[in-house]
């Protein structure tokens, strides 16, 4: 995704700035990305993806998404 332009991953540090786009956990994955709707749509994607291509389900009610410095009102402008 990131690759291909479809998801803008966060950048650490002032100089030579890190992207940071994903870390995993034995059986959890944080994705880490910039605030942007094009970013939450291709999240969705890639997750719908990773059902089909393995198979295993991906229990959207138990995911959640967090928000930092984001305000609420953009939340709603959808």
């Known amino acids: 995704m990131v690759d291909n332009g479809l998801f803008s991953g966060y950048y650490v540090g002032a100089q030579d700035a890190l992207p940071v786009t994903h870390l995993h956990f034995v059986d959890d994955a944080l994705l880490i990305g910039w605030k942007s709707w094009a970013n939450v ?38």
């Open 41 to 78: 749509r291709a999240l969705k994607n890639v997750l719908l993806l990773f059902e089909k291509i393995s198979r295993l389900k991906v229990i959207f009610y138990k995911s959640m998404l967090f928000c930092i410095n984001v305000a609420g009102s953009w939340f709603l402008a959808s």
